[in-house]
């Protein structure tokens, strides 16, 4: 969470960051700050916002902020209210601080800092990295050596920037556990969370690793390990699309990446484009190998990726026959498990840099698992880095905080994954090989028909705005349909919802179920159909309004309570990629009639790198 910009450039830096800010403010968007030096001496001016990025643009203009060597931060909570006074950069004397991560050992460093008379201005833990430097620097007058000494001290994750009023020539940027990537441009030198920030300037950037620390002037970057070794990393080109990252004609990212799907499923699916058989090569080099000799599986994800592994569990035994169990990142890591060193672990990612998920996959190859695969949307990312097999969503940029087009991929990516596994382990023969790979082709299409629900579903969205609370229900590999349409609803509309399995309500919920509880059932035309709709009858028993939306092909009658609504196609073992998208435009159109800010849901960040 939170992102960071900085520069160092024979120009005027201060759109520059504003840019990069604007780019990075999916991180978090509690508040805005740059700090820049500009004259010679150079003078330290910093604003802060506890706005938007809008709101400090608006103050740099004010005031004609200017300077050649800057840093900038968007910030997303973690010690401290979002507040001005937390707002970054901190300072201490003539330094300027920006941070991403989390300080673990932020409270004993704080009492040691105050006991040598260190007066702290924030309740952040970034604020002890400055007054940090700012101590050692008496006695380590090089910043460069000072900021790799001060991190010696630091235990936790953390992206980092530091400059000194004295010295504009340079800015110490350092990393562990959180993205940062240094950019190359014609002008300058850069660093930011990540690429899209620094689109702007150049396309050639380098990826830090942890544990790196490097310095960045105008003329070049200098780049050291832990023990100051210095390394070098490649220079890579950017393939992100400045476009990518535009809104176009959209009003909101999350009406557009929901449009996107189709393009976003094609592009995936592309090396299977005219294939007429499966290659597990498609997951990298050695995939034949590390997936062939595989005894089970472990899936390791958080939020709408979890969504997308509990769907992959029903493939993955049904049709390749192997043991599968999901769990959330964040409890995974912390629990004693029975480890097994012939699993292979799956994990799942729209950014690659979710804290609890790189953790879990730590956690895991810590136990002797090393047959590892990210399923991941950026290329470049940690995860990526860190697993044995990869296969890349294409679903482009993801800028609304709401997952949309990540999941729908991902879905893609884990049914090749199956047919893959189902191919290995001699469950696939040749005829159904190719009339599961002409299904896959179909999904695009499939899910732009559905996309053209939209009237419909925006009509009972009207329905939905004043209600507090709903239930979703699902069976089969669509209660975790169930439960992305309940997430979704939750988090941009702030509607309290909960999915349950339909054949679990009689266990429980069904005693919330009255009048003023919509139900909405995600009820394909499958196995379950007929179980289902005794589990609705249930509810309309009891006064709830039902939502359903049903296949072409069901036999779902409107009546008083009952709304049906029937997706264009009935799609087998795929329908849960037809069934998650009528639920993301209701969410997205309920959030509309609420009036809430879509893209930047209340309290939330677009990717969680801090546990
Ligand atoms: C929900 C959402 C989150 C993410 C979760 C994991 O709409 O976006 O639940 O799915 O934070 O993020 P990634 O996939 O980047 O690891």
Known sequence: MCGIVAAVAGRNVVPVLLEGLRKLEYRGYDSAGLAVLNGCPSALLR?????????????????????????????????GVPSERNAHPHLSGGLAVVHNGIIE???????????????????????????????????????????????????????????REDDASRIIVAREGSPLLLGMGEDGHYAASDASALLQVTRRMVYLENGDCAEITRAGLRIVRGDGTPVVRAVVESQLSADAVELGTYAHYMQKEIFEQPDALANTLEMVGNARSLQPGLFGA????????????????????????????????????ISCSVEIASEYRYRDSVPDAETLVVTISQSGETADTLAALQHAKGLGMQRTLAICNVPESSLVRETALRFITRAGPEIGVASTKAFTTQ?????????????????????????????????????????????????????FSHKQHTLFLGRGRHYPIALEGALKLKEISYIHAEAYPAGELKHGPLALVDK????????????????????????????????????????????????????????????A???????????????????????????????????
């Not at 409270?107 to 833990?125: I, P």
């Not at 309309?540 to 409107?558: C, H, N, T, W």
Request: glycine share 6%; net charge negative; charged share 20%.
């Open 47 to 79: 604003l802060r916002s506890v706005g938007r990025v809008a709101e400090l643009t608006a103050q740099a203009d004010a005031c004609s902020a200017a300077g050649g060597t800057g840093i900038a931060h968007t910030r997303w909570a973690t010690h």
């Open 516 to 575: 003023e509880m919509p139900v909405i059932a995600v009820a394909p035309n499958d196995a379950l159909l007929e179980k289902l709709k005794s589990n609705l009858q249930e509810v309309r028993a009891r006064g709830g309004e039902l939502f359903v939306f049903a296949d072409a092909d069901s036999e779902m009658v409107e009546s008083e309570g009952i709304h049906v609504l029937r997706l264009p196609e009935h799609y087998g073992a795929l329908s």
């Open 286 to 321: 050695d995939a034949e190998a590390v997936l062939g000799g595989a005894r089970q599986i472990l899936i390791l994800a958080c939020g709408t990726s979890w969504h997308a592994g509990l769907v992959a569990r029903y493939w993955l035994e049904a049709i390749a026959g």
């Open 105 to 163: 050992n932020h409270e004993a460093l704080r009492e040691s800092l105050k006991a040598v008379g260190y007066v702290f201005t924030s309740d952040t833990d970034t604020e002890v990295v400055a007054h940090l430097v700012e101590l050692k620097l008496r006695t380590i007058p090089d910043l460069f050596e000072t900021v790799r000494a001060a991190l010696g001290d630091l235990q936790g994750a953390y992206a980092l920037a530091v400059m």
């Open 411 to 463: 879905l893609a990516a884990l049914y090749l994954l199956t047919l893959v596994m189902a191919k290995l382990r001699g469950r696939l023969d040749a005829a159904t090989e190719v009339q599961e790979l002409k299904a896959l082709r179909h999904v695009p299409a499939a899910v732009q028909k559905v996309l053209a629900l939209e009237p419909e579903i925006k009509a009972w969205a009207q329905l």
């Open 577 to 611: 990629l037809l069934h998650v998208v009528p639920l993301q435009l209701l969410s997205y159109h309920v959030a509309l009639v609420k009036g809430t800010d879509v893209d930047k849901p209340r309290n939330l960040a677009k990717s969680v790198t801090v546990e």
